[in-house]
C-alpha cells in the first residue's frame, strides 16, 4: 500500500504542475494576445469619455487646452460638449482598436509593429473649434465709445498691446469717428498685430476689408478683424507644435496630407525587443496549454486507475487532487494581485510623469482593469477543477459509506433441516 500512495502522491504533484501550467499559458493565450481583451479593459475603465469627461476638466490641463484654443476664455463644460461633437467618442474607439489590432497582430503572427494613428480629424476639429469660438467671442464683445480722439488712441494702444503680446482678445472694443486722412495708419498698427507679410494675398485681402469698414466708419469690425486674424495665427502655430515633432510624420496621399502620430522608429524598435518575450510565450503556449491540459486529466485518470479497487479512494485521490491544484492556484493570484497592480501603477508613475493627474488615473485604472482580466484567466479555471474536485470528494464519501454498509451486513440465515 506504501508504494501506492507513493505513486499516488507522485501523480498528485504532477496534476498540480500541470494545473500550474495550463493556467499559466491560458493566460497568455486568452489574454495578452486576444484582442477583445485590451478592448474590455479600456472599456471597462470607460477611457473614452474620460478622455473628454476628466481630461478636458483637469485644471493642470488647462493650460495645454487653452493654448489650443489660442488664449480666448471658453467655458471648460461647452469645450468637453464641442469637442465630443467634432471628435466623437466612437472615433476614438475606432482608431484604438486599430492600434490594439497592429500589437496584437505584431504579438501572435509576427506582422510588421506599426502603432501609427491618423490625427488628421482630430487637429482639424480642434483648430474650426478654435476659430469658431474666436469669431462668437469675438462678436459678442462690448463696444465703447470714445469721448475723445485722446482717449480712442489710449484704448487703441491697449488693444494693440494685448494682441501684440498674447495674442488675446481684448476685453472691450474701442470705437470713434476716425478721420479719413488717418485711416490708412490705423490699418496699418492693426496689419503689424496680424504679423502677416506685407503685400501677400492674405495682407492686402484684410487691409481691404478694413477699408471698407472703416469708410462705413465701423472701426469696431476693424479690430474684430484684426483680433480674429492675431488669433487664428497663434492657434495655428500651436497646432504646428502638434504637428511638427518626433512623434508626428506627414504622409501625403490621394486622399490629401495626413498628420500620423506614432512612437518614433528607436521607440518602436525598444517596444518591440520589449514584446517579444510575450510573443516567445505565445509560441509556447500554442503547443504547451495542450500538452498541461493533457497532463492534468491523464494524472487524474492515472490516480482513479491507481486505486480502481477501492471504491473511495479511485475518487478521492484525483478529487482531492484537483481541489488543491485549483486551490493553490486562487490563492496564488490572490496573494500576487496586490503586488502586481501595485508595481503597474509604479511604472505608469514612472513613465507618466509630468501628465495630468486625471491622465494618469486613467492610465492607472486600464493597467489594473488589465491585470483583473489576466486575473480571470486564472481564477475562472482554477474554480471550475476546485468544483470538479469538491464533487469527486463527495461522490467519494458516499462511494466509502456504501462499501461500509456492504462489508458489515449479516450473511443470510440458511435454516437447518430438521431429522
Known sequence: ??????????????????????????????????????QEALADS??????????????????????????????????????KELIK??????IVDAIVGQLVGYLKDGQKLDLTLDITPIVQGLHDFAINATT????????????????????????????????????AIPSFPIPPEDHETVIGLLMQSTKLEPGSQDY????????????????????????????????????????????????????????????????????????????SLD????????????VVVLSALGLFFLFRDDRRRRLLWPGSALLIAGAAGF????????????????????????????LQKIMKDVAEKSIDGVGTAIVI????????GIVLMVLARRAGKQAARAGGALPPVVPTPTA
Request: glycine share 8%.
Open 204 to 279: 492686402e485681402s484684410i487691409a481691404g476689408a478694413m477699408r471698407e469698414q472703416l469708410g462705413q466708419n465701423n472701426v469696431a469690425n476693424a479690430i474684430r478683424m484684426a483680433a480674429l486674424v492675431t488669433i487664428e495665427g497663434l492657434i495655428q502655430d500651436k497646432i504646428r507644435e502638434i504637428s511638427e515633432n518626433r512623434f508626428v510624420r506627414k504622409l501625403e496621399n490621394e486622399t490629401g496630407v495626413h498628420l500620423m502620430f506614432g512612437p518614433t522608429p528607436a521607440q518602436n524598435a525598444k517596444l518591440e525587443s520589449k514584446l517579444e518575450i510575450i510573443q
Open 46 to 83: 470607460h477611457v473614452y469619455d474620460r478622455l473628454y469627461d476628466d481630461l478636458l476638466m483637469d485644471p493642470a490641463f488647462a493650460p495645454q487646452v487653452d493654448a489650443l484654443l489660442g488664449g480666448i476664455d471658453v467655458p471648460r463644460d461647452k469645450v468637453v460638449v464641442t469637442l
Open 283 to 294: 509560441a509556447t503556449a500554442t503547443w504547451l496549454r495542450p500538452v498541461c491540459a493533457a
Open 136 to 171: 462668437e467671442l469675438l462678436k459678442q464683445l462690448p463696444v465703447q465709445e470714445a469721448a475723445s480722439g485722446e482717449e480712442f488712441v489710449a484704448e487703441f494702444q491697449k488693444v494693440l498691446a494685448v494682441l501684440g503680446q498674447d495674442g488675446m482678445p481684448p476685453s
Open 1 to 38: 500500500m506504501g508504494g501506492k500512495k507513493a505513486l499516488g502522491a507522485l501523480l498528485a504533484l504532477t496534476l498540480v504542475a500541470g494545473f500550474a501550467g495550463f493556467v499559466a499559458m491560458h493566460a497568455v493565450e486568452a489574454r495578452l494576445v486576444d484582442q477583445s481583451y485590451y
Open 381 to 388: 479555471p482554477a474554480l471550475g477543477i476546485i468544483v470538479v
Open 89 to 94: 467618442p466612437e472615433y476614438l474607439r475606432t
Open 331 to 358: 490563492l496564488a493570484w490572490a496573494a500576487a494581485r496586490g503586488t502586481i497592480v501595485e508595481r503597474a501603477v509604479d511604472l505608469v508613475d514612472s513613465q507618466a510623469s509630468g501628465l495630468p493627474p486625471s
